[in-house]
């Protein structure tokens, strides 16, 4: 990471081309107790030197901010926002966000603000129409009809096939048109060419855990196919009161089934692609671990 000094610069591959990526080489030891140490960052000079200059105008709504605008999801005036990497997306991301989430505690706010084009926020009771497209969408939310990412495919075509079927019979086609038409508009799950994915969105929960029931259990929510992510621990420096450490962060959460999801469904090898989604979060993450060593109270409530 670029708040400290590194071992290392090269150049950012595909698309951090413009930025210059930091990487550190670390004991295991030390990358074990630090999980974000290693990652392929875009420079976070720019966030040292509004750091060191304190809270900025937003150029949007004039409010006093750290780093970014909260409400309007922009960059502050002394962060230009030619210096944040933008990250493309192989998918479009939706985060509900609970009203008693407090903006300016959100992580969701940092997916918006680097991958502007591939997410949108919405605050419930907003929430977009699914029920036709259920066959391109997912909701990653654990529970007993959770399956795993791997399995998304699957399930999707599943989906697709039953559309079809219920289609068919509902027009009262014959048996001998009924299965040439599946044959064109559905596939065999076990056919190799059915095996990529149709999905095309997924939708996160932006909340506390106790708050999420009443999103989830929205009927406009009800019948997408869920995801379980990984198990992995979080290094939210927020963490939530009485929870486990694998209770993730949202942009955690958003980031971790964008790699799993470049793995086990886009097969391709991860190169870090993703990894300046965690921008803005490493940084505060390393700032408040070394305000927290050094006792820094007023570095921590700048992040505050």
């Given at each position: 990471?670029?708040?400290?000094?590194?071992?290392?610069?090269?150049?950012?591959?595909?698309?951090?081309?413009?930025?210059?990526?930091?990487?550190?080489?670390?004991?295991?030891?030390?990358?074990?107790?630090?999980?974000?140490?290693?990652?392929?960052?875009?420079?976070?000079?720019?966030?040292?030197?509004?750091?060191?200059?304190?809270?900025?105008?937003?150029?949007?709504?004039?409010?006093?901010?750290?780093?970014?605008?909260?409400?309007?999801?922009?960059?502050?005036e002394n962060v230009p926002v030619e210096q944040i990497p933008l990250v493309k997306l192989p998918l479009k991301i939706d985060i509900i966000k609970h009203p008693?989430?407090?903006?300016?505690?959100?992580?969701?706010?940092?997916?918006?603000?680097?991958?502007?084009?591939?997410?949108?926020?919405?605050?419930?009771?907003?929430?977009?129409?699914?029920?036709?497209?259920?066959?391109?969408?997912?909701?990653?939310?654990?529970?007993?009809?959770?399956?795993?990412?791997?399995?998304?495919?699957?399930?999707?075509?599943?989906?697709?096939?039953?559309?079809?079927r219920g289609k068919n019979d509902d027009l009262d086609i014959p048996s001998f048109k009924r299965k040439k038409t599946e044959e064109q508009e559905g596939c065999?799950?076990?056919?190799?060419?059915?095996?990529?994915?149709?999905?095309?969105?997924?939708?996160?929960?932006?909340?506390?855990?106790?708050?999420?029931?009443?999103?989830?259990?929205?009927?406009?929510?009800?019948?997408?196919?869920?995801?379980?992510?990984?198990?992995?621990?979080?290094?939210?420096?927020?963490?939530?009161?009485?929870?486990?450490?694998?209770?993730?962060?949202?942009?955690?959460?958003?980031?971790?089934?964008?790699?799993?999801?470049?793995?086990?469904?886009?097969?391709?090898?991860?190169?870090?692609?993703?990894?300046?989604?965690?921008?803005?979060?490493?940084?505060?993450?390393?700032?408040?671990?070394?305000?927290?060593?050094?006792?820094?109270?007023?570095?921590?409530?700048?992040?505050?």
């Amino acid at each position: 990471m670029s708040l400290n000094p590194p071992i290392f610069l090269e150049e950012s591959e595909e698309n951090n081309s413009e930025f210059v990526e930091t990487k550190q080489l670390q004991p295991t030891s030390i990358a074990l107790e630090d999980p974000l140490q290693n990652l392929c960052l875009a420079s976070q000079e720019v966030l040292q030197k509004a750091q060191q200059s304190g809270r900025s105008k937003c150029l949007k709504c004039g409010s006093s901010r750290m780093f970014y605008c909260y409400t309007c999801y922009v960059p502050v005036e002394n962060v230009p926002v030619e210096q944040i990497p933008l990250v493309k997306l192989p998918l479009k991301i939706d985060i509900i966000k609970h009203p008693n989430e407090t903006d300016g505690k959100s992580t969701a706010i940092h997916a918006k603000l680097l991958a502007p084009e591939f997410v949108n926020i919405y605050t419930y009771p907003c929430i977009p129409e699914y029920e036709e497209k259920d066959h391109e969408v997912a909701l990653v939310f654990p529970g007993p009809q959770s399956v795993s990412i791997k399995d998304i495919s699957f399930h999707l075509q599943k989906r697709i096939q039953n559309k079809v079927r219920g289609k068919n019979d509902d027009l009262d086609i014959p048996s001998f048109k009924r299965k040439k038409t599946e044959e064109q508009e559905g596939c065999d799950l076990n056919d190799s060419k059915c095996k990529g994915t149709t999905l095309k969105k997924i939708i996160f929960i932006d909340s506390t855990w106790n708050q999420t029931n009443k999103i989830f259990t929205d009927e406009r929510l009800q019948g997408l196919l869920q995801v379980e992510l990984k198990t992995r621990k979080t290094c939210f420096w927020r963490h939530q009161k009485g929870k486990p450490d694998t209770f993730l962060s949202t942009i955690e959460a958003i980031y971790y089934f964008l790699v799993d999801y470049h793995t086990d469904i886009l097969k391709e090898k991860y190169k870090g692609q993703y990894d300046n989604l965690l921008f803005f979060y490493s940084f505060m993450y390393q700032l408040i671990k070394n305000a927290k060593c050094s006792g820094d109270k007023e570095t921590r409530k700048l992040i505050h």
